[in-house]
């Protein structure tokens, strides 16, 4: 089969290589998907210039892609709930990735079943987004009518926060890119503040929770509009202590983030508030109920532009351009 594939790290940046490789194993617990679409995410390119590998390392080559849709080709024996000819999508695992092909096989825990009305592009655009808001949601335990403010909120992860958090009573504020503003306001977004001409620092404050997707020069500004007591979910500062004892890593790893996130705990801590670091994980069951909260406010996914497998290295060039206004999406349909 036809796989985008890593040969190794690059603090720079590098091509992928379009090659055939061996269609993927099928275990007991897996199926084997064939894959119509994969979202190219921001975390494509950290993975490949290495900097998400403490949190997680690959062997080289590396198939990449961690989120698509497709179709049921086979079920492993001990496979419930899904059958050869179901449309499919999936975060894939985080020790198995492999997105960018035109197989894959998944663990049957980290699939759902895609809504009837969103097509394998719009599907392959929500899996890793979707995940990531349940997941920040459920960290931050806000509740009903509480404000949330996110940062960038203007982006593939917006997209799918913002009718996710707005769907659990939440109030939701964003800043982001001027030309998205009707796009968001339609997804749920109560107010929204133009990055460009106006600072967010300015205009909130007290909000009751925040989740970041700007990372380290925002980070002390947004626990600054954090009420006191208030909880915040990063999804680009560093990772700390508490991140690395919820994701079940050693010692040795504990001790590195506990020292890496120990600043923004320090933040946190002046006003009694909760710092917390998400990456997201593959959950099929969460996925099944963000599906539910998608399709009943019928929620479109945006998609910003289509490539060929052929063009990945061009789709992960979109991705680093920025001035996203939605998902970038592969096909092999
Ligand atoms: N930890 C995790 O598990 C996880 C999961 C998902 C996403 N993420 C991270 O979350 C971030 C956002 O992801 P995404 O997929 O939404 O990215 P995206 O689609 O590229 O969107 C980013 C958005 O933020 C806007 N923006 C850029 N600088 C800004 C600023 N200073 N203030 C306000 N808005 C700004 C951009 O607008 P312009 O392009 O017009 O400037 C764009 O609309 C990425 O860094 C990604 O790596 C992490």
Do not use: W
């Not at 990531?132 to 949330?148: C, F, N, V």
């Not at 939440?170 to 109560?190: D, K």
């Amino acid at each position: 089969m036809k796989a985008a594939v890593l040969n190794g790290y690059d603090k720079n940046g590098t091509d992928l290589v379009v090659k055939d490789v061996d269609v993927p194993a099928c275990g007991p617990a897996d199926v084997l998907v064939k894959v119509m679409a994969a979202g190219v995410n921001p975390l494509d390119n950290m993975i490949i210039r290495g900097e998400v590998k403490l949190i997680v390392g690959y062997d080289m080559p590396l198939v990449m892609g961690n989120e698509l849709s497709g179709v049921v080709e086979r079920v492993g024996d001990a496979v419930i709930g899904f059958a050869p000819g179901d449309r499919v999508y999936a975060r894939l695992p985080l020790g198995r990735i492999g997105a960018f092909a035109e197989y894959v096989a998944i663990d049957h825990r980290a699939i759902a079943k895609v809504p009837e009305y969103l097509s394998f592009a719009e599907a392959a655009a929500v899996p890793l987004t979707a995940l990531t808001a349940m997941q920040a949601l459920d960290l931050l335990d806000a509740s009903e009518g509480d404000t949330l403010f996110i940062s960038g909120g203007t982006g593939s992860f917006g997209a799918m926060a913002i009718p996710i958090a707005a769907a659990r009573g939440l109030r939701v504020v964003t800043n982001g890119s001027a030309a998205n503003e009707e796009r968001v306001r339609a997804l749920g977004a109560s107010d929204f503040i133009d990055y460009r001409k106006q600072d967010y620092a300015d205009v909130l404050h007290d909000v009751d929770c925040v989740i970041d997707t700007l990372g380290d020069k925002e980070l002390p500004r947004e626990f600054g509009i954090l009420k006191q007591g208030g909880a915040l979910v990063s999804l680009r500062g560093l990772p700390n202590g508490e991140f690395a004892q919820r994701a079940g890593m050693g010692f040795v790893k504990r001790l590195m983030f506990s020292a890496a996130g120990s600043k923004y705990d320090r933040l946190a801590a002046k006003k009694g508030q909760r710092y917390r670091f998400v990456f997201v994980h593959s959950d099929g069951a969460q996925l099944a109920v963000a599906s539910g909260i998608l399709e009943s406010a019928n929620i479109e996914p945006s998609v910003d532009g289509v490539f060929a497998l052929g063009d990945v290295n061009a789709a992960l060039a979109k991705v680093v351009a920025g001035g996203s206004k939605g998902k970038t999406i592969l096909t092999l349909e």
